[in-house]
């Protein structure tokens, strides 16, 4: 229905494939994914109350609260990333300014090192990681930024749904030594009186959590949803 990075409103893909294989084609919210690929594969059977956040180029985010799976209405829950932090901040894809996802993206990482550049060119996420890890201090700084903003970001999902955990899935799960610590210390600054805060995780995945996703949802389809968890 709508992927603001690609510039896709309403645009359907799933006729022209269907007509092409010949076979059933199925849509999926690629955070939706993730979450029951976490659900199937990763033995969350304990963990009720979870959110991930997928960070590329742009924010994401499944739900999974009391053992379902969130989708909401037209299908468009968790779409965390378009919610403003800064009605004055830069423009979003999706066309309003400041949302959380241009503060928190790893596209918003390599702005900021090329706000602290005089270079015309500008790297890649995956330019920065390495060049953060090789100690460049801009790319360090730009990154230091990045998840400070994802952390204040996930703010608003501990406020609003109480997860017991917040999964991180994204290229710079790789570099959770640098992550991890900044983004739980903001999430943990702003926990309501009488709340806990949820742990915040990387993935334990090689990139593949998106497509683990369509098999889960083969799976669910086909053999029975494992989202109805019992409670323990």
């Not at 199925?26 to 956040?53: H, S």
């Not at 969130?70 to 403003?84: I, N, Q, S, Y």
Request: hydrophobic letters at 45%; one cysteine or more; a neutral charge.
């Amino acid at each position: 229905m709508f992927a603001p990075n690609l510039k896709w409103r309403n645009v359907d893909l799933r006729t022209p494939i269907a007509k092409a294989t010949g076979l059933e084609v199925v849509l999926e919210n690629a955070a939706n994914a993730c979450v029951l690929a976490t659900v199937w594969f990763d033995r969350a059977e304990a963990c009720r109350n979870l959110v991930v956040v997928t960070v590329s180029e742009g924010l994401g985010a499944g739900i999974l609260i009391n053992g379902q799976l969130a989708r909401g209405l037209d299908g468009m829950a968790g779409e965390f990333g378009h919610v403003p932090l800064d009605p004055e901040g830069p423009l979003c894809s999706c066309g309003s300014r400041g949302c959380w996802e241009v503060f928190g993206s790893n596209r918003a990482a390599v702005r900021y090192y090329l706000e602290s550049s005089s270079h015309n060119g500008g790297p890649s996420f995956q330019d920065l990681l390495s060049l953060a890890d090789q100690g460049d201090a801009r790319a360090a700084k730009a990154l230091d930024t990045m998840a400070h903003y994802l952390g204040r970001g996930m703010r608003m999902i501990v406020a609003g749904l109480a997860p017991e955990r917040i999964i991180v899935i994204g290229e710079l799960t790789r570099s959770w030594q640098r992550f991890g610590h900044v983004i739980q210390a903001e999430v943990q600054s702003q926990v309501l009186p009488g709340a806990s805060a949820p742990v915040v995780v990387p993935a334990h995945e090689d990139g593949m959590a998106r497509l683990r996703g369509t098999v889960a949802l083969v799976l669910q389809k086909h053999f029975g949803s494992t989202l109805e968890i019992p409670v323990q």
